[in-house]
Protein backbone atom coordinates (compact mmCIF):
# COMPACT_ATOMS: atom_id res chain seq x y z
CA UNK A 1 0.00 0.00 0.00
CA UNK A 2 1.02 3.43 -0.72
CA UNK A 3 1.82 6.14 1.41
CA UNK A 4 3.29 9.78 1.19
CA UNK A 5 3.57 11.62 4.21
CA UNK A 6 3.83 15.13 4.36
CA UNK A 7 5.80 17.07 7.65
CA UNK A 8 7.81 20.51 8.19
CA UNK A 9 4.49 22.86 8.02
CA UNK A 10 4.25 25.67 11.06
CA UNK A 11 3.13 28.84 11.73
CA UNK A 12 6.74 31.28 10.39
CA UNK A 13 6.90 35.03 9.71
CA UNK A 14 7.16 36.53 6.47
CA UNK A 15 10.82 36.22 5.19
CA UNK A 16 10.97 33.21 7.05
CA UNK A 17 11.72 29.71 6.00
CA UNK A 18 10.14 25.91 6.00
CA UNK A 19 11.56 22.85 4.57
CA UNK A 20 8.38 20.98 3.73
CA UNK A 21 9.38 16.66 3.58
CA UNK A 22 6.81 13.91 1.73
CA UNK A 23 7.99 10.75 2.57
CA UNK A 24 6.76 8.14 0.42
CA UNK A 25 6.43 4.11 1.17
CA UNK A 26 4.95 1.46 -1.40
CA UNK A 27 6.58 3.09 -3.92
CA UNK A 28 10.22 4.31 -5.22
CA UNK A 29 9.69 8.20 -5.68
CA UNK A 30 12.50 8.10 -7.66
CA UNK A 31 10.46 6.53 -10.04
CA UNK A 32 7.62 9.23 -9.97
CA UNK A 33 7.02 12.76 -10.78
CA UNK A 34 6.21 14.12 -7.40
CA UNK A 35 4.31 17.81 -7.20
CA UNK A 36 3.92 19.67 -4.19
CA UNK A 37 0.29 21.43 -4.64
CA UNK A 38 -1.46 23.89 -2.57
CA UNK A 39 -4.77 24.83 -1.54
CA UNK A 40 -6.46 27.58 0.30
CA UNK A 41 -9.84 28.68 0.94
CA UNK A 42 -10.18 30.98 -1.55
CA UNK A 43 -8.11 28.93 -4.11
CA UNK A 44 -8.67 25.94 -5.93
CA UNK A 45 -5.63 23.52 -5.41
CA UNK A 46 -2.84 24.12 -7.49
CA UNK A 47 0.83 23.23 -8.85
CA UNK A 48 3.67 25.05 -6.57
CA UNK A 49 6.80 23.04 -7.42
CA UNK A 50 7.55 19.66 -9.47
CA UNK A 51 10.57 17.40 -9.73
CA UNK A 52 10.27 14.71 -12.42
CA UNK A 53 11.47 11.02 -12.68
CA UNK A 54 14.10 12.48 -14.45
CA UNK A 55 15.14 14.76 -11.93
CA UNK A 56 14.08 18.38 -13.74
CA UNK A 57 11.99 20.58 -11.87
CA UNK A 58 9.24 23.08 -12.49
CA UNK A 59 8.07 26.29 -10.14
CA UNK A 60 4.80 28.08 -10.60
CA UNK A 61 6.15 31.41 -11.52
CA UNK A 62 4.83 32.62 -7.62
CA UNK A 63 7.80 30.82 -6.03
CA UNK A 64 10.27 30.81 -8.74
CA UNK A 65 13.88 31.83 -7.00
CA UNK A 66 12.28 31.53 -3.38
CA UNK A 67 11.34 27.66 -3.70
CA UNK A 68 13.65 24.42 -4.42
CA UNK A 69 12.36 21.11 -5.13
CA UNK A 70 14.90 18.13 -4.36
CA UNK A 71 14.77 13.97 -3.75
CA UNK A 72 16.99 12.23 -1.66
CA UNK A 73 16.66 8.47 -3.27
CA UNK A 74 18.24 6.86 -0.78
CA UNK A 75 15.46 8.00 1.81
CA UNK A 76 12.70 7.80 -0.76
CA UNK A 77 11.85 11.36 0.02
CA UNK A 78 11.02 14.81 -1.66
CA UNK A 79 11.57 18.00 -0.03
CA UNK A 80 10.35 21.24 -0.52
CA UNK A 81 12.63 24.06 0.52
CA UNK A 82 10.76 27.23 0.85
CA UNK A 83 12.69 30.76 1.95
CA UNK A 84 11.49 34.33 2.15
CA UNK A 85 7.81 33.40 2.54
CA UNK A 86 5.03 35.54 2.28
CA UNK A 87 1.63 35.68 3.25
CA UNK A 88 0.14 34.73 -0.10
CA UNK A 89 1.64 31.67 0.11
CA UNK A 90 -0.45 30.37 3.15
CA UNK A 91 -2.45 27.16 2.10
CA UNK A 92 -2.44 23.52 2.98
CA UNK A 93 0.42 22.01 0.78
CA UNK A 94 0.20 18.29 -0.79
CA UNK A 95 2.39 15.85 -2.18
CA UNK A 96 1.67 13.73 -4.73
CA UNK A 97 2.97 10.82 -6.81
CA UNK A 98 2.34 10.27 -10.80
CA UNK A 99 3.40 10.30 -13.72
CA UNK A 100 1.35 12.78 -15.27
CA UNK A 101 1.49 14.16 -18.71
CA UNK A 102 0.54 17.67 -17.83
CA UNK A 103 2.53 17.85 -14.28
CA UNK A 104 0.53 20.80 -13.27
CA UNK A 105 -2.61 19.35 -13.36
CA UNK A 106 -3.35 17.59 -10.00
CA UNK A 107 -5.65 15.29 -11.46
CA UNK A 108 -3.53 13.43 -13.11
CA UNK A 109 -1.40 12.10 -10.01
CA UNK A 110 -2.43 8.86 -8.55
CA UNK A 111 -1.33 9.55 -4.77
CA UNK A 112 -1.69 12.05 -2.48
CA UNK A 113 -0.56 12.85 1.11
CA UNK A 114 -3.11 13.88 3.73
CA UNK A 115 -1.31 17.76 3.80
CA UNK A 116 0.34 20.02 5.99
CA UNK A 117 -0.58 23.23 6.23
CA UNK A 118 2.14 26.29 6.28
CA UNK A 119 1.13 29.87 7.56
CA UNK A 120 3.08 33.04 7.16
CA UNK A 121 2.00 35.81 9.25
CA UNK A 122 3.28 38.07 11.78
Known amino acids: QVHLVESGGGLVQPGGSLRLSCAAS????????IGWFRQTPVKEREAVSV???????WHDYSVKGRFTVSRDNAKNTVFLQMNSLKPEDTGVYYC????????????????WGQGTQVTVSS
Open 96 to 111: AAGRPYYFSDDAEYTY
Open 26 to 33: GLTSGDYT
Open 51 to 57: IKDDGST
